[in-house]
């Protein structure tokens, strides 16, 4: 065997699947499936086809989701950079699909990092409505803000926080609640042998307290008549149905939908959490078990969550549960007075808004749906801003601006709802004002298009160009190649895109391109 699993774990597994056994043993002798998921925010997958570095084979359960040969390094095409892909383990692609988020939903990813899940939702929100994607691991949300930048998401919020810290901003807000809860990773093995060898110190009990507290809190965000989804990566029984038949037994007004008719998704089992409760697996937990006899709807339900496993799909195996709110009245009406922390965190302290030309109307004339207590912003930056986006872009900006210290978003959510959180973007990064000019972001960058700027150019991902740009050289280019519109200059902030699609800005000069990819996002190896 390739790899080998620890003790304690294969004789529970042994246990779990009985005859089964030895054909889910024998998975760990190939190699993790790659996949990647297409990114529908800017191409369509039949277009992606065309152009694909790799052969795809598509995903049963993702439609957008695709199988790729093992050695493919989807991490090292142009394409990649300009975010037309994410690369995701093909179960992790499960839960989102459930979640069925449509546009103009209200949407949570509770434990996001480093970001799979939420720019699988975002492509599902279409850019209308509002994803807020948190994390509470510091150094993970750094990359999750980066990931949902370069996928061109428009209306995230990134939050570094605890779920109950949210859950006192955004009471009963949400339309949908994803949980890919941290866990003890049994379904890591395969891909990381790390984890075989973390697997010890993760304790299942450890993960299981986790768990059960961010569920808890989930249920004081969801809006009634909302969806949680509920996912692992382990297939331990107690982080899985257990605590979907605990949370059921607690909220008596959420039921499980259950998942039928998806290929490779098998039902949950809720027969080993007897199982494994009579053998006193759970001491120290107080997990109750679920008797087929005696709880025989909350059996059944369990039955109707789902598995993903690895020796049965191309997959390293997931958990899923889908948790149907039945639209009845929860504690706390959605649109009570906001709650402001008291400590004010110095970044939304200085929360500021420009409100435009409608939403001053709209107060003006009693119309707006929410009167913001912030300070206006100075007007030399909302001119200098303004003036930016009249000469250099052809966009409607969607949401309400603001300003945080220098720095410009544009957030699709209440701006008072932010106050006292982490905040680490407040909505579409624009860019920063500072001495009177304005600075455009990588973000704005990344989630435009050709045909919203002034100016483009396109470079070509098969002649060595986009390669040279994305390392951060600077390229000789004749003015020809600029795409303008109107009578636009050539100097000034230019769009560059790889065969169309955006990757960041350049400025144009004498035949020359000034390059304004960032450091931290540069192609660095040879
Ligand atoms: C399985 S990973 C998430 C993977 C992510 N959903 C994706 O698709 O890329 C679980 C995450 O939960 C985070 N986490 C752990 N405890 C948390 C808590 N109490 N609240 C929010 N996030 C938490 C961890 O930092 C970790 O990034």
């Known amino acids: 065997m390739a790899i080998r699993l620890p003790i304690q774990f294969a004789e529970r597994m042994k246990k779990m699947l009985g005859d089964e056994y030895e054909q889910f043993v024998k998975s760990y002798e190939s190699a993790p499936r790659a996949g990647i998921r297409v990114n529908t925010l800017k191409i369509d997958p039949a277009s992606f086809a065309e152009i694909s570095p790799f052969p795809l084979k598509p995903i049963p359960w993702c439609e957008t989701g695709y199988y790729i040969p093992a050695g493919s390094k989807p991490g090292l095409t142009p394409y990649y950079h300009a975010g037309l892909y994410y690369v ?7 839960p989102v699909e459930l979640l069925e988020a449509k546009p103009g939903d209200h949407v949570l990813d509770l434990c996001a990092a480093p970001g799979g899940k939420s720019t699988q939702i975002a492509a599902h929100l279409k850019g209308s409505g509002v994803l807020v994607t948190n994390d509470i691991s510091t150094d993970r949300t750094k990359a999750l803000a980066k990931n949902i930048e370069m996928y061109g998401v428009r209306n995230a919020v990134v939050l ?24 003890s990773g049994e379904g890591m093995f395969r891909k990381d042998e790390d984890m075989v060898r973390q697997w010890e110190h993760h304790s299942i009990e450890r993960c299981v307290l986790m768990q059960r507290d961010i569920l808890d809190t989930a249920a004081r965000l969801l809006a009634p008549g909302g969806r949680i989804v509920y996912s692992t990566c382990t297939f331990a029984p107690e982080e899985n149905e257990a605590m979907i038949g605990e949370f059921l ?32 697996q759970f001491e120290g937990l107080q997990i109750e078990p ?26 390293e195996g997931h958990f899923v549960a889908v948790l149907q709110h039945d639209g009845t009245p929860l504690d706390k009406p959605a649109d009570q007075p906001l709650y402001v922390h008291s400590t004010v965190e110095k970044e939304a302290a200085h929360g500021r808004n420009i409100k435009s030309k409608k939403q001053k109307h709209n107060e003006k004339h009693g119309g707006a749906k929410h009167r913001n207590r912030s300070d206006q912003m100075p007007m030399d930056a909302e001119l200098v801003f303004r003036s930016f986006v009249a000469e250099q872009l052809s966009v409607d900006l969607p949401g309400q601006t603001i300003l945080y210290g220098e720095k410009v978003y544009q957030t699709p959510t209440q701006p008072e709802r932010l106050a006292g959180l982490r905040v680490i973007r407040a909505g579409w990064f624009m860019g920063s004002v500072k001495n009177g000019r304005f600075t455009p972001s990588q973000a704005l960058a990344s989630a435009l298009n050709a045909e919203e700027v002034k100016r483009s150019v396109q470079l070509i991902a098969e002649s ?4 040279k740009y994305l390392k951060g050289d600077t390229l000789e280019l004749d003015e020809d190649r600029l795409v303008k519109s109107g009578t636009a200059s050539p100097k000034g902030y230019t769009l560059v895109t790889v065969n169309g699609h955006s990757v960041g800005w350049a400025k144009w000069q004498d035949g020359r391109l000034k390059n304004e990819y960032p450091a931290g996002w540069r192609w660095t190896s040879v």
């Open 88 to 94: 995701q383990e093909p179960s992790a692609m499960a």
């Open 160 to 183: 570094n926080e605890s779920p109950e810290r949210i859950a006192d901003a955004f009471p009963h807000y949400f339309d949908k609640i994803l949980i890919d809860a941290p866990c």
């Open 249 to 280: 037994r607690k909220n008596p007004s959420f039921r499980v939908v259950p998942i039928r008719n998806v290929s490779g998704i098998s039902g949950g089992h809720p027969e080993w959490i007897e199982q494994a409760a009579a053998e006193e």
């Open 290 to 315: 679920v008797s087929q006899d005696e709880h025989p709807d909350l059996y059944a339900q369990l039955q109707g969550t789902g598995r993903l496993w690895p020796h049965l799909v191309e997959g």
């Open 464 to 467: 060595g160009e986009a390669v």
